[in-house]
């Protein structure tokens, strides 16, 4: 198996299988909004196109951020501390982010698409391993120059699995607690950056589903595939 590397700049690049990974924090919070019953999570590019997208959407609610924020109108932010204490059964999410979504709404010609995280890595694997494919493109949603190494580790530590190694997981742990985004949630000032979010987004495997992203009716639908 061959494997690429892109960013939000190139991702529109990348055929084939597409693992778009945002680690810090969209797609952690959307497993943990999966595991609190969400239906399913469409994926936008914009803040008006969201909350537009729920006025048409039965049962649905929008979680995601501005600069880590929520934006007025929004249900919920960003963070995976937040998200799983709600009750979201049946519920359709509609999610924003500045990274995440954006790497699934850019990526428009991938054939096969999922988000990832490191909670839902072996999952990922298994859907990967299961399609037989000679190729995987990761896209590295957070990469600029300071940051996004939480996303780069993850890619790199799906890399290893899939090549049917097991790493050491505590070196991949560390390069998320040691990244650029992972300062705010280490700032007890920043109240809106929950320090548990980091443990949340890095208990490897947490859950037991795949992420795959469908296009339906010109929409970019996620929803949970148990392995």
């Known amino acids: 198996m061959k494997f690429h590397y892109t960013s939000l700049e190139d991702c529109h690049t990348a055929t084939g299988v597409v693992i778009v990974i945002d680690v810090l924090r969209a797609f952690s919070t959307a497993a943990y909004a999966f ?7 469409l994926l936008v590019s914009g803040v008006e196109e969201a909350l537009a997208l729920k006025l048409q959407t039965p049962n649905s609610k929008v979680m995601g951020e501005v600069g880590g924020l929520p934006p007025a109108g929004f249900d919920f932010g960003n963070s995976p501390t937040h998200i799983s204490v709600e009750d979201l059964s049946g519920v359709t999410l509609i999610q924003r982010t500045g ?26 694997v298994h859907f990967v391993n299961r399609i037989n494919v000679p190729e995987v493109t990761f896209v590295v949603t957070g990469k600029s120059q300071e940051r996004g190494d939480e996303d780069l580790a993850c890619a790199e530590y799906l890399e290893e699995r899939l090549k049917g190694n097991r790493p050491e997981t505590k070196l991949y742990i560390q390069r998320v607690f040691n990244s650029r985004d992972a300062v705010q949630h280490l700032d007890p000032r920043e109240t ?28 970019l639908v996620m929803r949970r595939l148990h392995s």
Not at 102 to 114: E, K, P, T, Y
Not at 196 to 218: K, Q
């Open 192 to 219: 809106s950056f929950p320090l548990s979010d980091l443990e949340y987004c890095t208990d490897i495997d947490r859950f037991d589903f795949a992420m795959p992203i469908t296009r339906e009716d010109g929409k």
């Open 99 to 124: 990274a995440g979504t954006q790497g699934a709404v850019r990526s428009n010609n991938a054939q096969v698409m999922l988000a990832s995280s490191f909670v839902v890595a072996e999952a990922t």
């Open 35 to 41: 595991s609190r019953g969400a239906k399913e999570i």
